[in-house]
C-alpha cells in the first residue's frame, strides 16, 4: 500500500531525475497527514529539481536512516534540509539536538476529541471514567491533557488507551474506547463512523498544533544551503495561500500522499489554518509545553531562553523581504 501511495504521489509531484548542478533539497514529513498539504503543493509547484519529498520527521534533520521514500528522493536520502512536523517532535528532538531551528510555522491543527453521546458524554467534563483512545508522545496527547486539565479531569481520573491514528475508529466503533484523541481526518473519519451517536468535543484555546518547518542552524550557515531554503519558504507561503483560497487543487495531492479519500480529506479541510508565519504566541506555547514533556521525560524543563534559540526568524524576514533578483 505505501509503494502504490508513493508511486501515485510521484506521478503527481511529477518526480524525476533533477538536471540541476545541485541537488535539490530534501524534505520529510508524515505522508499521512492533512498539514503537510501545502507543503506536497510548493514541491509540485517548485519541481523535481528544486525540491523532494519523503516520509520521515525532525530527527532525519540529524541522520540519514528511517527516510522511507514516498515517492522520495531520486539521490541516496542523507540527511532533510527540511523537516515539517509538529512542535511537538521538534521540542522532543532539539534537547539531543540543539542544532534544530524552527523557520515557519505551516499549519494550524485544530484538535478535537470524538467521542460516544451513548457512553454518556457530551462534554469534556464527561470524560472522566471513560476509556480515551490516544497517539502517545505526540500533539495529541498534549491537547488531549490540556483538554482535560481545563475540564478539571486529573489525569488518573481517565483511562488511557494507546491506538495508532488508523485504529482510532475501529476502536471507537466496537466499543473498545470511549472517545478517541486524534488529528484530522481520523477524527472526522471516527465522526462519520459514529453518526447521530457521535459528539465532537473542541476547544482551540486549549491547544492548537503548529505544524513547523524545521531546519539546522548548520544548513542555514551554509550559504547556498540557505538561500534555497529561503526560496523554498516563498514558495511555501505562496503554497499556504492556495490551501486556504483555492484547497482543492491541494487535496489530490494529500489524498495520493496518505490514501484517504478525497471527500474524506476536503471534509477534514475547515479544521487547519495555514498562517505561513511565526505566530507570535508560538515561544508562548514552546514554554507550556515544553513543561511537560520534561515531566514526562523525567528531566528539568529548558528556560525560556533556551527555547527562544530554537526559533530562527531571520529565513522568514528574508523570505517577506522585496526580491531584487539578484539571488
Do not use: C
Not at 48 to 74: C, E, H, M, R, Y
Not at 89 to 114: C, F, H, K, M, W
Not at 255 to 276: E, N, Q, T
Amino acid at each position: 500500500m505505501r509503494l502504490i501511495q508513493g508511486l501515485m504521489l510521484a506521478a503527481i509531484l511529477g518526480f524525476s531525475n533533477p538536471t540541476q548542478a545541485e541537488e535539490p533539497l530534501k524534505i520529510v514529513g508524515r505522508h499521512d497527514v492533512m498539514e503537510v498539504g501545502p507543503v506536497l503543493f510548493a514541491i509540485q509547484q517548485a519541481g523535481p529539481g528544486i525540491a523532494q519529498f519523503a516520509t520521515g520527521g525532525v530527527d532525519n534533520l540529524f541522520k540519514a536512516d528511517g527516510a522511507a521514500p514516498a515517492g522520495g528522493f531520486d539521490h541516496a536520502p542523507g540527511r532533510a534540509d527540511l523537516a515539517a512536523q509538529a512542535e511537538t517532535q521538534a521540542l522532543r528532538a532539539s534537547v539531543a539536538n540543539p542544532d534544530l531551528r524552527i523557520i515557519l510555522t505551516v499549519t494550524e491543527g485544530l484538535y478535537r476529541v470524538v467521542a460516544r453521546r451513548s457512553a454518556g458524554i457530551t462534554r469534556a467534563e464527561d470524560l472522566r471514567g471513560k476509556r480515551i483512545g490516544v497517539f502517545e508522545r505526540t500533539s495529541a496527547a498534549y491537547f488531549l491533557d490540556r483538554l482535560l486539565a481545563k475540564a478539571g479531569v486529573a489525569a488518573h481520573e481517565v483511562v488511557l488507551v494507546p491506538l495508532r491514528p488508523r485504529e482510532m475508529e475501529p476502536a471507537l466503533t466496537a466499543r473498545q474506547v470511549d472517545a478517541v484523541a486524534i488529528w484530522e481526518p481520523e477524527s472526522e473519519r471516527s465522526l462519520m463512523a459514529l453518526g447521530d451517536d457521535a459528539v465532537s468535543l473542541s476547544d482551540p484555546t486549549v491547544y492548537r498544533e503548529l505544524y513547523n518547518l524545521n531546519s539546522t542552524a548548520q544548513a542555514l550557515a551554509d550559504p547556498a544551503r540557505r538561500a534555497r531554503i529561503v526560496d523554498f519558504v516563498r514558495r511555501l507561503i505562496t503554497a499556504a495561500r492556495v490551501a486556504t483560497e483555492e484547497p482543492a487543487k491541494i487535496w489530490p495531492l494529500v489524498a495520493a500522499s496518505s490514501g484517504y479519500p478525497a471527500d474524506l480529506v476536503a471534509a477534514s479541510w475547515h479544521h487547519h489554518r495555514f498562517p505561513a508565519t511565526l505566530p507570535e504566541d508560538l515561544l508562548d506555547v514552546m514554554v507550556e509545553e515544553e513543561q511537560w514533556l520534561a515531566t514526562q521525560a523525567g528531566r528539568p524543563a529548558r528556560t525560556r531562553a533556551q527555547l527562544d534559540g530554537l526559533i530562527d526568524r531571520s529565513v522568514l524576514r528574508e523570505a517577506m523581504a522585496p526580491d531584487t533578483g539578484s539571488r
